[in-house]
């Protein structure tokens, strides 16, 4: 792991070459925003990778909004994108979930808001309510800012009577602008404890988002350079699919943090933020 000291605008040594890096997949929450707010450096990285001609995708594990809110928010604060240089965990959902369900219509339980619900439209799923009987075929539990006790009833249910209880991510907390709220990994715990049934997490830290992205771009995994906030999140997926990884100090993870992390799940690089990055892959060629 190289730590990038903390008053110096470049860095000797680093661990790789930035002209190796054939695709940069950069998280989110924590890393170009929180909340409304543009994050130091952001449009200016983003703009570099562009200058490089390089591929580039944005991978968040977000179940709330569909692609193209991503795509308009990203515009607002500097940062053209295209639809398709975006993977949400609920994307990732849908294309998952298109894989095992069988069925015209397959039957899904859900909790979460609107923005999963389109990003699920493709399946043309008969979604389930907390009074019906039915087991559905598949529980999908997203954020859901409504949650309450008979969708937690009915999740149990049908789980327990055998549906795919699957996760669109597994995180604990939610980053907003003043601070942190309960996420999806909360409801997931409630479900796993009272079931006994593990979910399949298709958001980070499990692969299926950044393979997607390897598979269309075309690159091998260890050109992927994975940069996010969350060292139990992004720097695990990267880890686990062979990427380069670096962390930034802007979201949830603090030094303290890095410290006591076991070694095997430290960053290959460590930033501030992505204007600290920045300096550290391009000024340091």
């Known amino acids: ?46 703009l570099r990778v562009r200058e490089m001609g390089r591929p580039l995708v944005f991978v968040t594990n977000s179940t709330l909004r569909p692609r193209g809110y991503y795509v308009s928010k990203l515009h607002a604060m ?36 609107q923005g999963l619900k389109e990003e699920l439209a493709n399946l043309k799923p008969r979604y389930l309510s907390p009074d019906d009987e039915e087991v559905a075929q598949a529980v999908v539990v997203g954020l859901d800012r409504g949650v309450n006790y008979p969708k937690l009833c009915k999740a149990v249910r049908d789980v327990m009577e055998g549906a795919l209880f699957i996760g669109v991510n597994g995180d604990p907390i ?19 404890t009272a079931t006994g049934v593990s979910p399949f997490i298709v958001g980070k830290p499990n692969t299926y988002m950044l393979e997607m992205a390897i598979r269309e771009c075309g690159c091998a995994p260890s050109q992927v350079l994975m940069i996010g906030d969350k060292i139990d999140s992004d720097i695990m997926m990267g880890h686990k699919v062979g990427a380069k990884t670096a962390l930034v100090l802007s979201g949830v993870t603090s030094m303290n943090d890095l ?13 501030r933020d992505l204007a600290h990055l920045e300096a550290i892959l391009f000024h340091s060629k």
């Open 174 to 192: 939610w980053p907003v602008e003043n601070g942190f709220m309960p996420g999806v990994g909360v409801f997931l715990s409630a479900i796993e």
């Open 78 to 113: 500097g940062i053209p994108v295209e639809p398709n240089e975006i993977i949400t965990a609920a994307h990732a959902t849908g294309r998952y979930l298109k894989g095992v369900l069988e069925g015209a219509s397959p039957t899904i339980f859900m909790l979460g808001e």
């Open 1 to 46: 792991m190289k730590v990038a000291p903390q008053n110096e605008s470049s860095v000797k040594g680093l661990p790789f070459s930035v002209d190796d890096i054939g695709l940069f997949a950069v998280d989110l929450d924590g890393v170009v925003y929180r909340g409304d707010i543009v994050l130091p450096g952001a449009p200016s990285f983003i």
């Open 259 to 271: 410290d006591v992390c076991p070694t095997e799940m430290h960053p290959h690089l460590v930033a």
